[in-house]
Nanobody
Framework: VQLQASGGGLVQPGGSLRLSCAAS????????LGWYRQAPGKQRDVVAT???????VYADSVKGRFTITTDSAKNTVYLQMNSLKPEDTAVYYC???????????????WGQGTQVTVSS
């Protein structure tokens, strides 16, 4: 299973970006998809997660500004980021908790990071 993220970049404060992450590879069942971020010198923290039933969880710092959605047909998770602030600057990692068909356990998978820089 591979997670391929895209969509980072440089944006001015108050601007918007949309991140995408597509899961591919062996047939699998999705338990949770999400996004984490890691700023320089800080630990990796959860930004938002979403389950197949649509249940979402957001970090307090992004509530009302970020929206996580999925396209189940494409096994893709999106993160729409609006009203971006300099403190949102970080490497963003997509995350999937998945179970490959024929295996007994859910495992965590990570995509490569994508840099988001919010600066004027």
């Amino acid at each position: 299973v591979q997670l391929q993220a895209s969509g980072g970049g440089l944006v001015q404060p108050g601007g918007s970006l949309r991140l995408s992450c597509a899961a591919s590879g062996s047939n699998f069942i999705i338990n949770t998809l999400g996004w984490y971020r890691q700023a320089p010198g800080k630990q990796r923290d959860v930004v938002a997660t979403i389950r197949p039933d649509g249940a979402t969880v957001y970090a307090d710092s992004v509530k009302g500004r970020f929206t996580i959605t999925t396209d189940s047909a494409k096994n893709t998770v999106y993160l729409q980021m609006n009203s971006l602030k300099p403190e949102d600057t970080a490497v963003y990692y997509c995350y999937g908790n998945l179970r490959v068909f024929g295996t007994p356990m859910n495992l965590n998978y990570w995509g490569q990071g994508t840099q988001v820089t919010v600066s004027s």
